[in-house]
């Protein structure tokens, strides 16, 4: 398990009831959370929550804006992120994935020692993990389906003063994109992708996690240059293990580049408890580093 205990700008206050207090900011929000099954705690600003997304009985949802702005940033380290209320009780900003972002800047930092690096971000949302390659100074090749949320990204590039970086925007259906780059010729030394349980592309193209991920990867894998350095998986669908993309990692880039397979949840901590809040998970497949010369 990893906990994505670095944050400064963001804290997970307390959660219970199906619902998470979330200090975005100056912000306090509060949010459905279906993993926290067990009573709330006592935190206090339960009751002071600037903005609360509600569920409606007939599904969906919407916000309770009580005292918020329409916007405002926050920061995690070097980096700047742009928050702001959306459908599905979305904010612009995964903070679980932080874990994933570390890992990436050490990864990419520790690579350009001896040569550059290209990273794929697929299924690319607002990109946190494009930002933390490009700020590790990966160039990196951002996708993702929608037009608004790619906007969202460079914005949040932008604010993070890697408006001018190396970072290629494409809107388009991932795998199609792929296939294309296959057909150019391109290559990449990392790929991270972060797959819907379910969604549709630009066209109407159907995905779903449990039937388009192994074929999707294996795809992928054509994509990856002499000397990968890492191919991440996240997922939040329901029923799917960590253990499970940890298997098709290791089917589709074990025989081929070894290297190592890991794989477990994203915690956020709770400061109320003390204890951690599980927000899907992250697979990872490491290649075999090789000492700068």
Same mark, same amino acid.
């Given at each position: 398990?990893?906990?994505?205990?670095?944050?400064?700008?963001?804290?997970?206050?307390?959660?219970?009831?199906?619902?998470?207090?979330?200090?975005?900011?100056?912000?306090?929000?509060?949010?459905?959370?279906?993993?926290?099954?067990?009573?709330?705690?006592?935190?206090?600003?339960?009751?002071?929550?600037?903005?609360?997304?509600?569920?409606?009985?007939?599904?969906?949802?919407?916000? #309770? /804006? @009580?005292?918020?702005?329409?916007?405002?940033? $926050?920061?995690?380290?070097?980096?700047?992120?742009?928050?702001? =209320?959306? &459908?599905?009780?979305?904010?612009?900003?995964?903070?679980?994935?932080?874990?994933?972002?570390?890992?990436?800047?050490?990864?990419?930092?520790?690579?350009?020692?001896?040569?550059?690096?290209?990273?794929?971000?697929?299924?690319?949302?607002?990109?946190?993990?494009?930002?933390?390659?490009?700020?590790?100074?990966?160039?990196?090749?951002?996708?993702?389906?929608?037009?608004?949320?790619?906007?969202?990204?460079?914005?949040?590039?932008?604010?993070?003063?890697?408006?001018?970086?190396?970072?290629?925007?494409?809107?388009?259906?991932?795998?199609?994109?792929?296939?294309? #780059? /296959? @057909?150019?010729?391109?290559?990449?030394?990392? $790929?991270?992708?972060?797959?819907?349980?379910?969604?549709?592309? =630009?066209? &109407?193209?159907?995905?779903?996690?449990?039937?388009?991920?192994?074929?999707?990867?294996?795809?992928?894998?054509?994509?990856?240059?002499?000397?990968?350095?890492?191919?991440?998986?996240?997922?939040?669908?329901?029923?799917?293990?960590?253990?499970?993309?940890?298997?098709?990692?290791?089917?589709?880039?074990?025989?081929?580049?070894?290297?190592?397979?890991?794989?477990?949840?994203?915690?956020?901590?709770?400061?109320?408890?003390?204890?951690?809040?599980?927000?899907?998970?992250?697979?990872?497949?490491?290649?075999?580093?090789?000492?700068?010369?």
């Amino acid at each position: 398990m990893w906990r994505a205990d670095n944050w400064k700008e963001y804290e997970l206050l307390d959660c219970g009831g199906g619902q998470r207090l979330e200090r975005w900011g100056k912000q306090i929000l509060i949010r459905p959370d279906p993993q926290a099954i067990w009573p709330r705690g006592e935190h206090p600003l339960w009751n002071r929550a600037n903005g609360v997304y509600r569920r409606s009985e007939k599904g969906g949802g919407g916000w #309770e /804006i @009580r005292s918020l702005p329409e916007s405002w940033p $926050i920061q995690y380290e070097n980096l700047t992120f742009q928050i702001r =209320p959306m &459908g599905f009780k979305h904010t612009g900003v995964f903070p679980e994935q932080a874990v994933n972002w570390d890992f990436i800047r050490r990864a990419v930092e520790q690579r350009r020692r001896r040569k550059p690096v290209s990273l794929l971000n697929l299924f690319a949302y607002t990109g946190g993990a494009t930002l933390a390659a490009a700020a590790a100074g990966a160039s990196v090749c951002h996708v993702d389906a929608s037009k608004g949320i790619v906007g969202f990204a460079k914005e949040n590039a932008r604010l993070s003063g890697l408006g001018e970086a190396p970072i290629r925007y494409i809107v388009d259906d991932c795998q199609k994109f792929i296939q294309r #780059e /296959i @057909r150019r010729g391109r290559r990449y030394d990392a $790929i991270v992708m972060d797959p819907p349980s379910y969604g549709r592309g =630009p066209s &109407g193209e159907v995905w779903k996690f449990e039937e388009n991920i192994a074929p999707f990867l294996d795809l992928c894998v054509q994509l990856l240059s002499d000397d990968p350095l890492f191919v991440v998986i996240n997922s939040y669908t329901t029923g799917i293990s960590p253990a499970t993309p940890a298997y098709l990692l290791g089917l589709s880039l074990l025989p081929r580049f070894g290297g190592r397979i890991e794989s477990g949840e994203l915690l956020l901590p709770v400061t109320q408890s003390g204890l951690g809040l599980p927000c899907g998970h992250t697979s990872r497949w490491i290649g075999q580093e090789r000492p700068a010369l």
